[in-house]
């Protein structure tokens, strides 16, 4: 079965990863600063891998729809005593920024995360010269706009021959395929029946050689189809990551670690049934 090479950690795939999302972005309701906000995600990563995570992602910038973007020197004093604190457990860093990503890197980030799928000026090159994995994940238009009609003629074919052209690209700039996961980037200039399409259609996006990650967690389109807030999406985050896993996924991005842990050893007891 294959692994994941993940900088300083062989990550098996055998099995599903839970990977638990952390966010680094200030606290309205308080003015502790950065070190507050860095000391309350560091806790956050902390009662994840209590909770059985297999990996963390750490994000400084807001990508959800209509968020302005973060300047780079925000956003690396937001990320990287996250990545300090955490770096003897896989860590992965959340960034579109070649900056971001080598700091991230040098302070013992395991794995990068990047919604721009290393398109970004020195984003290949600053991957490539370590040994860490990289998340590869498709949108369309930028978290500004993605939202506003988005439009394909076949999404799924888009979509695949988006991420066959990233990971040809990886390779050639000396990413190795063991290294690298591809993400259709549900949520991403989507409307809810493309993400819905992906996720019935997840199999015709599957590389040889490259694991699928998926990120359906409390996302809005969840909100579409049942009504409710994110606080109220659990359920539907979970049917979402089982649905993924029939589909291929061998990656869950999640807010919610122990219950969709429970859900992963569920899939697994049924697959060896
Ligand atoms: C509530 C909570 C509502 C979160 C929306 C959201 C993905 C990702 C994001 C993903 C990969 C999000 C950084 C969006 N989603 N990275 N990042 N794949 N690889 N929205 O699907 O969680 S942020």
């Not at 950690?9 to 070190?35: A, C, H, I, K, Q």
């Not at 000391?39 to 994840?48: G, L």
């Not at 076949?154 to 052209?165: H, I, M, P, S, Y």
């Not at 061998?250 to 670690?257: P, T």
Request: aromatic residues 4%; charged residues 25%.
């Amino acid at each position: 079965m294959a692994n994941l090479r993940c900088g300083r950690f062989t990550l098996s795939l055998e099995r599903p990863l839970v990977m638990g999302v952390v966010n680094v972005t200030p606290d309205s309701f308080s003015d502790g600063g950065r070190f507050a906000d860095a000391e309350a995600a560091i806790s956050h990563a902390r009662a994840m891998i209590d909770e059985g995570v297999d990996l963390v992602d750490v994000g400084g910038e807001s990508s959800r729809p209509g968020a302005a973007p973060v300047a780079e020197a925000e956003e690396r004093g937001r990320v990287l005593p996250v990545v300090r604190a955490l770096r003897d457990f896989p860590v992965s860093v959340d960034t579109r920024h070649a900056g971001v990503m080598r700091a991230a890197l040098d302070e013992g980030a395991s794995m990068i995360n990047d919604i721009e799928a290393l398109q970004a000026p020195g984003a290949l090159v600053a991957v490539a010269a370590t040994d860490c994995a990289v998340c590869l994940m498709h949108k369309k238009g930028d978290p500004a706009n993605m939202q506003d009609d988005p439009q394909y003629a076949d999404v799924v074919a888009e979509v695949r021959e988006f991420l066959a052209t990233r990971v040809a690209a990886c390779e050639r700039a000396g990413i190795a395929r063991e290294r690298i996961v591809a993400d259709p980037g549900f949520g991403f200039g989507k409307t809810v029946e493309h993400n819905l399409t992906l996720l019935k259609r997840l199999p015709e996006l599957s590389l040889p050689g490259v694991p699928l990650l998926a990120g359906w967690s409390r996302k809005s389109s969840l909100g579409r189809i049942t009504g409710r807030d994110t606080g109220g999406r659990l359920a539907g985050s979970l049917a979402a990551a089982l649905l993924a896993l029939l589909g291929g996924a061998r990656i869950l991005r999640v807010h919610d670690v122990k219950e969709t842990r429970d859900l992963v050893m569920v899939w697994e007891a049924w697959k060896r049934a």
